[in-house]
C-alpha cells in the first residue's frame, strides 16, 4: 500500500523559513516524479515544485522559483521541500505527490499524502 506522509508545517512569521518532509513508502519510487503542491482557502490546488527521482531533474513555479527548493534522500525515501524568505501568501495545505509521468497538473498524480498545513504570518 502506497503511502505518503508530510510533516514539517507550522506557523512562522514572514522572512522565515521551513522544511517540508515526504516520507514515502509502499513502493520503489525510483521512477516516478515527485511534486508538491499547496491549496490555500477558496482557491485551486497549485503546482510548487518537482522532482524526477531517477534524475533528479527539478521545476518549479514561478511563485517559488529561488525560494523554495525540492530534494531527495534516497536511503530514507524522502522528499524534502526547504522554503526560504517565506511570505503570507505562502500561506496554505502542502500536498506531497507521486506520478508514473510527470508533470505539473494535479491529475497526472497518482498517489497524495494528506498534507501539512504551513502559515506565514505578517
Known amino acids: 500500500q502506497v503511502q505518503l506522509v508530510e510533516s514539517g508545517g507550522g506557523l512562522v512569521q514572514a522572512g522565515d523559513s521551513l522544511r517540508l518532509s515526504c516520507a514515502a513508502s509502499g513502493r520503489t519510487f525510483s521512477t516516478y516524479t515527485m511534486g508538491w503542491f499547496r491549496q490555500a482557502p477558496g482557491k485551486e490546488r497549485e503546482f510548487v515544485a518537482l522532482?524526477?527521482?531517477?534524475?533528479?531533474?527539478?521545476s518549479y513555479a514561478d511563485s517559488v522559483k529561488d525560494r523554495f527548493t525540492i530534494s531527495r534522500d534516497n536511503a530514507k525515501s524522502t522528499v524534502y521541500l526547504q522554503m526560504n524568505a517565506l511570505k503570507p501568501e505562502d500561506t496554505a495545505v502542502y500536498y506531497c505527490a507521486a506520478a508514473r509521468g510527470s508533470g505539473t497538473y494535479t491529475y497526472q498524480y497518482n498517489y497524495w499524502g494528506p498534507g501539512t498545513q504551513v502559515t506565514v504570518s505578517s
Open positions: 522532482l524526477r527521482w531517477s534524475s533528479g531533474m527539478t
